[in-house]
């Protein structure tokens, strides 16, 4: 079963945008009485989970909320699901502590697929009607559910499809390494580069200059409200920006390379750097990972996640000696050993390479051959086991 999510502009009128900013409004309070309701009992030493709360909430709405009935039942009942996954994740310290919601952030609800209904470039809602969408659903299958959620002015669908057939897989047999960097988004072992937009670089001025005139207004006053959606609609921009060349990148890589590698970075830690956080963030390193991720195992390709510890860029490409020290403003990389000069990011990411060629070559069903025998012994034995 392969399932996929489009996202889609909607074009509502003004009862469509009533109805859209009040079911908004019901998620909302569901999560905060059901965050609330969970601190409480937790205290107390009950046992507490997100089913008995929606329980809980569902005897006493028709008397004490009665206007949440105005829209879909979904958007009063699926908040507690999904603070309970938001508790787990917690408790796995994969996430942090649920926190309340306030109004006008993040805004969104939830519509299961029971009560949706897709024609074209029109979806029906329930208790509202059909609501016209600016293009129709690109994947073919059943519509499994759908969020319609707020950036800056704009509303959005994102409508989850169950594949009726899953993509054609890459049938490529080529192998590839992928180095990332601030300079350049990307740089691929065959010699390919590609340029990062830098939206939020080219954008900083503006992007001050309304964060300014954000703050001089008066709280709770219409001109402030006017300049917070000026400054989201610029960071929607950003972001679209930003995305739009990471889909282009990934869906490139999946359908030209059976076997993919890339190294494992440690975007946390690299975002501590107050020289260069911006500029990373600006590149999006961690989201090209998560597509990539997903369209290789859309495409069935193989994606090697060479290990943090691999010191790709220290490691000559051509005889393997590892430099011991290498300064990040050096952008061309000089081995001491064998006199070989390239490009830092090519000679990372030939390195990157390698390590596919002969890791993955099954994956590929082809031989790791025709690569340089003291560059594997040198690599394996100063850097130690890495994959």
């Given at each position: 079963?392969?399932?996929?999510?489009?996202?889609?502009?909607?074009?509502?009128?003004?009862?469509?945008?009533?109805?859209?900013?009040?079911?908004?409004?019901?998620?909302?309070?569901?999560?905060?009485?059901?965050?609330?309701?969970?601190?409480?009992?937790?205290?107390?030493?009950?046992?507490?989970?997100?089913?008995?709360?929606?329980?809980?909430?569902?005897?006493?709405?028709?008397?004490?909320?009665?206007?949440?009935?105005?829209?879909?039942?979904?958007?009063?009942?699926?908040?507690?699901?999904?603070?309970?996954?938001?508790?787990?994740?917690?408790?796995?310290?994969?996430?942090?502590?649920?926190?309340?919601?306030?109004?006008?952030?993040?805004?969104?609800?939830?519509?299961?697929?029971?009560?949706?209904?897709?024609?074209?470039?029109?979806?029906?809602?329930?208790?509202?009607?059909?609501?016209?969408?600016?293009?129709?659903?690109?994947?073919?299958?059943?519509?499994?559910?759908?969020t319609v959620r707020r950036i800056a002015d704009k509303w959005f669908v994102s409508v989850q499809v169950e594949l009726e057939e899953a993509p054609t897989p890459c049938e490529s047999q080529a192998r590839v390494g992928v180095d990332l960097g601030v300079n350049r988004l990307a740089t691929l072992s065959n010699g390919e580069t590609f340029e990062g937009p830098?939206?939020?670089?080219?954008?900083?001025?503006?992007?001050?200059?309304?964060?300014?005139?954000?703050?001089?207004?008066?709280?709770?006053?219409?001109?402030?409200?006017?300049?917070?959606?000026?400054?989201?609609?610029?960071?929607?921009?950003?972001?679209?920006?930003?995305?739009?060349?990471?889909?282009?990148?990934?869906?490139?890589?999946?359908?030209?390379?059976?076997?993919?590698?890339?190294?494992?970075?440690?975007?946390?830690?690299?975002?501590?750097?107050?020289?260069?956080?911006?500029?990373?963030?600006?590149?999006?390193?961690?989201?090209?990972?998560?597509?990539?991720?997903?369209?290789?195992?859309?495409?069935?390709?193989?994606?090697?996640?060479?290990?943090?510890?691999?010191?790709?860029?220290?490691?000559?490409?051509?005889?393997?000696?590892?430099?011991?020290?290498?300064?990040?403003?050096?952008?061309?990389?000089?081995?001491?050993?064998?006199?070989?000069?390239?490009?830092?990011?090519?000679?990372?990411?030939?390195?990157?390479?390698?390590?596919?060629?002969?890791?993955?070559?099954?994956?590929?069903?082809?031989?790791?051959?025709?690569?340089?025998?003291r560059w594997s012994e040198t690599v394996l034995r100063e850097a130690g086991t890495w994959a």
């Amino acid at each position: 079963m392969v399932m996929l999510a489009h996202q889609i502009r909607l074009e509502p009128n003004r009862r469509e945008e009533e109805y859209f900013r009040k079911a908004c409004g019901v998620a909302r309070f569901s999560w905060n009485w059901g965050l609330s309701e969970w601190k409480k009992r937790y205290e107390s030493r009950e046992r507490v989970d997100g089913l008995k709360l929606k329980k809980d909430f569902n005897a006493i709405k028709a008397l004490e909320f009665p206007w949440t009935y105005e829209v879909t039942k979904y958007a009063s009942q699926q908040p507690f699901l999904h603070l309970q996954a938001a508790f787990r994740r917690f408790f796995e310290k994969k996430g942090r502590y649920p926190r309340f919601k306030r109004k006008g952030v993040h805004d969104s609800f939830y519509i299961g697929g029971d009560h949706l209904e897709v024609n074209g470039k029109k979806i029906r809602i329930p208790r509202l009607g059909w609501v016209r969408m600016r293009e129709a659903v690109r994947f073919q299958g059943k519509v499994v559910s759908a969020t319609v959620r707020r950036i800056a002015d704009k509303w959005f669908v994102s409508v989850q499809v169950e594949l009726e057939e899953a993509p054609t897989p890459c049938e490529s047999q080529a192998r590839v390494g992928v180095d990332l960097g601030v300079n350049r988004l990307a740089t691929l072992s065959n010699g390919e580069t590609f340029e990062g937009p830098k939206p939020l670089r080219k954008e900083l001025s503006k992007l001050r200059r309304l964060s300014r005139a954000l703050s001089r207004k008066q709280k709770g006053s219409q001109n402030r409200l006017k300049a917070r959606v000026r400054l989201q609609r610029l960071h929607y921009r950003i972001r679209s920006i930003r995305q739009d060349s990471l889909h282009k990148l990934t869906t490139y890589l999946t359908r030209n390379f059976g076997v993919i590698a890339i190294e494992d970075l440690n975007v946390r830690g690299m975002l501590k750097n107050r020289h260069l956080s911006r500029a990373i963030s600006d590149m999006g390193f961690h989201e090209f990972r998560r597509q990539a991720e997903y369209k290789a195992k859309l495409r069935q390709n193989h994606l090697e996640v060479v290990s943090r510890w691999f010191g790709s860029s220290k490691t000559c490409s051509e005889c393997g000696t590892i430099q011991q020290r290498l300064e990040l403003s050096e952008r061309t990389f000089r081995c001491e050993e064998c006199g070989y000069e390239a490009d830092r990011d090519f000679n990372a990411a030939v390195n990157l390479f390698r390590t596919v060629s002969s890791t993955g070559s099954q994956a590929c069903g082809e031989e790791g051959s025709g690569f340089s025998e003291r560059w594997s012994e040198t690599v394996l034995r100063e850097a130690g086991t890495w994959a």
